[in-house]
């Protein structure tokens, strides 16, 4: 060979000696070296002297094999001790359990293979775990689970239940513990697919407990927890899921349960054959919305009107109509009439100009406003007037009341809506002056027709022959004003009560008035003459 590693060199150069040597002189080793396999490996091999770390791994698993060789002779002659020597440990606990130490003594019966000694010693250091062990390798299963109880191991204790067979008392166990799908997997082994499914149900896991039945036959038991998952259940459903409700949906239609089996379908999409199931149920009202998520509309909207549904069955022709299917005007609005959805009828009777028919659908609605307002549209004011009254707008009453001409109607609406200044200009037009007294008198000072209502009372109390309050209202009308072009009409109206007076001063400042006014406006309706009249 070409190279040597350093330790070959080293060992070479000291003893004359090749390690490998004898390995390098076997026969199968040359073969190897020649073998047309290890041809692209040869260059690495002697560059990097593999068959040194060939070596290396060889010894190692060598040293390895010893070591494991002597520990399992040295555990197994300990051992062969022990039992030789087995008089020992029993006369230590003796002498322990003499000297009150019933923990160390227990331990040393146990070891001296006296259980039923360890396990009253145990007891008597309260050490109940330990003699729980003790019990449940004796077989003594309920002293066994009280003590694991006692010491707070509900884990043991329910491992010990569990393997003595008693299945139901491990399911309680598992309940107290919140693993009851532990529990079902272990009445599945036990091949106890009922129990295993109440688990399973307990644990929330309806579908798991249906899966439980159907694989044991029980079919109709699995059908139940499907309806009962269905129930509960607000989200879409799997794939898997959709295909055990079918096959529980089948199950309960032979059974002769319509209802729960349409219930299933509907989980599953299954619309058209839900409702079909529906309608065996004599459930109209869930058919026809099964028959309307089918697509089926034309079915659903006769199904809910015969249900008694009637607004449904306005919202599924409405859904019909944007689908662009045809439904006759009269058979729809005849609906929402029917359905008590007067003011939507309404509207439609107003576009198919059912003047009339909307009138009254607005009534029934309870909104006579609409109705006035309709009427009001077709000029008839006081039918308008009326139901405006009926709505409660008695100001919006008065403006038909003007419209029809009838002011005495107006000022009974005005009278009626607190509006007291036009109510009492409305009397007042009627001559009616007790009225116009009681209305104005009501007009608050922030009123910004404030100073006109004081002016028309002057000329009611003149009216009524009570010239002292006629010349107070009228005072009052301007005793805040400044005079100007905006106000010349309060200031003429003063001025001709004072000119009816008798009283020379007072006619002395009517005229005065009138002069004034003639400087505003020399055109202002009949001042110039009046004022001529009171020069002469």
């Not at 002697?46 to 494991?68: E, G, K, N």
Request: glycine share 6%; aromatic share 10%.
């Amino acid at each position: 060979m070409n190279s040597i590693s350093a330790i070959e060199r080293i060992m070479l150069q000291l003893f004359g000696w090749d390690p490998l040597g004898w390995v390098h002189d076997m026969d199968w080793y040359r073969e190897m070296l020649r073998a047309d396999w290890f041809q692209s490996i040869r260059p690495y091999w002697f560059r990097y002297r593999l068959d040194w770390v060939a070596a290396v791994v060889v010894l190692l698993l060598i040293v390895m094999i010893i070591w494991s060789i002597r520990k399992i002779l040295r555990r197994s002659r300990r051992k062969g001790i022990f039992k030789e020597g087995q008089v020992l440990p029993e006369k230590l606990a003796q002498q322990f359990e003499q000297k009150g130490e019933f923990r160390l003594a227990a331990e040393q019966y146990q070891i001296a293979e006296l259980p039923e000694k360890a396990y009253e010693l145990f007891l008597e250091a309260e050490c109940l775990h330990e003699a729980a062990e003790i019990a449940a390798g004796l077989g003594r299963v309920d002293e066994a689970v009280e003590l694991f109880e006692r010491s707070n191991d509900q884990a043991s204790a329910l491992r010990v239940v569990q393997e003595s067979g008693d299945l139901d008392r491990a399911a309680e166990y598992h309940r107290r513990r919140g693993t009851q799908v532990e529990a079902a997997q272990m009445f599945l082994e036990a091949s106890q697919p009922a129990k295993a499914a109440e688990m399973f149900a307990e644990a929330g896991m309806l579908t798991r407990a249906a899966e439980a039945l159907f694989e044991a036959g029980q079919d109709i038991a699995a059908a139940e927890y499907l309806v009962e998952f269905a129930q509960k259940s607000a989200s879409e459903f799997t794939h898997v899921e959709a295909d055990l409700m079918l096959r529980a949906a089948k199950s309960l239609a032979n059974a002769g349960r319509n209802a729960d089996s349409a219930r299933l379908l509907m989980g599953s999409k299954q619309y058209e054959q839900a409702a079909e199931r529906y309608l065996a149920a004599g459930d109209k009202k869930l058919a026809a919305s099964c028959f309307e998520k089918a697509g089926d509309l034309e079915q659903a909207a006769d199904l809910f009107e015969k249900a008694g549904e009637k607004k449904e069955r306005v919202r599924v022709m409405e859904l019909m109509r944007r689908a662009g299917k045809q439904i006759d005007d009269r058979d729809y609005v005849q609906a929402l009439e029917e359905a008590g959805l007067h003011e939507r009828a309404s509207q439609s009777y107003q576009e198919m100009g059912l003047v009339e028919a909307a009138v009254t659908a607005s009534v029934r609605a309870d909104q006579p406003g609409e109705a006035a307002a309709i009427l009001a549209e077709q000029g008839r004011f006081e039918e308008a007037a009326k139901l405006y009254l009926e709505a409660g707008d008695p100001a919006a009453a008065r403006e038909q009341f003007l419209s029809a001409k009838n002011p005495k109607g107006a000022a009974l609406a005005a009278l009626q809506a607190a509006m007291y200044f036009e109510a009492g200009k409305d009397f007042f037009a009627l001559n009616d002056m007790p009225r116009t007294v009681d209305s104005l008198q009501n007009v608050s000072d922030s009123h910004p027709d404030y100073q006109t209502a004081s002016s028309l009372l002057g000329q009611a109390f003149n009216r009524l022959g009570d010239l002292e309050m006629a010349l107070r209202m009228h005072r009052r009308a301007v005793e805040k004003l400044k005079f100007g072009r905006d106000n010349l009409e309060l200031f003429y109206q003063l001025a001709r009560f004072l000119e009816s007076s008798s009283d020379g001063q007072l006619r002395k400042e009517a005229k005065q008035i009138y002069t004034d006014i003639l400087t505003e406006n020399y055109t202002f309706k009949d001042v110039k003459s009046r004022n001529d009249s009171l020069t002469d």
